[in-house]
């Protein structure tokens, strides 16, 4: 990893963690699937007037549909479950749980991806980093505000996100621009999101202007030009490479959580 891409994941991991404490304070204002679907939405639009500016068609292959169909599928369960879980827990415990993503990435670009065999010392690191997870998770309420339920979302959003990097790399996406592999589950991903918003319930709730403005940094500063920043490395480095700065994400929400939201913190 050189310099200019060190920074710009640590920059991104920034960036994460800030939208877990957007996420939770967006929750107050928009049922959280539904607040899933409309930043897809937002981000849908800007990626498609990006596209169109750079002059990269709009229209999916009928090839790429089955991959795409994958992927967006991927994408709405992955949020579906990250916006749930932190609507039930704290931003701490979720954030401590989805970054373990880059662990089963690891674990399984080992036997599925040449060139990203974990040789002694990523393998310490990685068991080193889980034993931390679990440290964490198993220091329960009043502390960390635990749910059983919210703790389970967060570990199948970091699944889905782990499967997501990983098919990049393992199917046709892989020669598709950043920008096409980001529409395509956004496409997808957007109409799943809001139906099932609306499906299991109101999807408003009296939202204020912070909710709005919640949503604004999620669509242009998260699903737009973060995700489609996360596709360009993960295109130029090493898929696990780029995951393992994702731990830094963790490290950033729990204080966030705590200066911003009040979350208490305890010595585990």
Known sequence: MDLVGTLLLVGFAIVLAFNQVVIK????????AFQAGLRSVGALMLLGVWMTWKMQSLLIPA???PVAIWFGCLFAVEFICLFTALDL??????????????????????????????????????????AGVAWAVLERDPVTSG????????????????A???SVRLTRLRDETPETQLFVQQLVAAPILLGFGLWIGTPFS?????HWAGILYQTVIVA?????????????????????????????AVFMGWGILGEQIGVG
Not at 25 to 32: E, H, R, Y
Not at 101 to 117: K, N, Q, S, T, Y
Not at 147 to 162: F, H, N, P, T
Not at 230 to 241: I, Q
């Open 25 to 32: 304070v967006t929750n107050d204002g928009f049922q959280p």
């Open 164 to 166: 997501i990097a990983l």
């Open 206 to 210: 009296d939202p204020t202007t912070l």
């Open 147 to 162: 749910s059983v339920w919210g703790d389970i979302l967060a570990l199948i959003a970091a699944l889905c996100w782990g």
């Open 224 to 252: 737009f030009a973060g995700f489609l920043l996360w596709f360009y490395l993960v295109a130029k480095y090493s898929a696990s490479g780029v995951a393992s700065f994702s731990f830094l994400s963790p490290v950033f």
């Open 63 to 65: 090839r790429l549909w």
């Open 89 to 130: 827990t704290s931003v701490a415990r979720v954030s401590i749980l989805f970054y373990s993503m880059p662990v089963w990435l690891a674990i399984i670009a080992h036997f599925v991806l040449p060139g990203e065999r974990l040789n002694a010392i990523r393998a310490i690191g990685l068991a080193l980093a889980m």
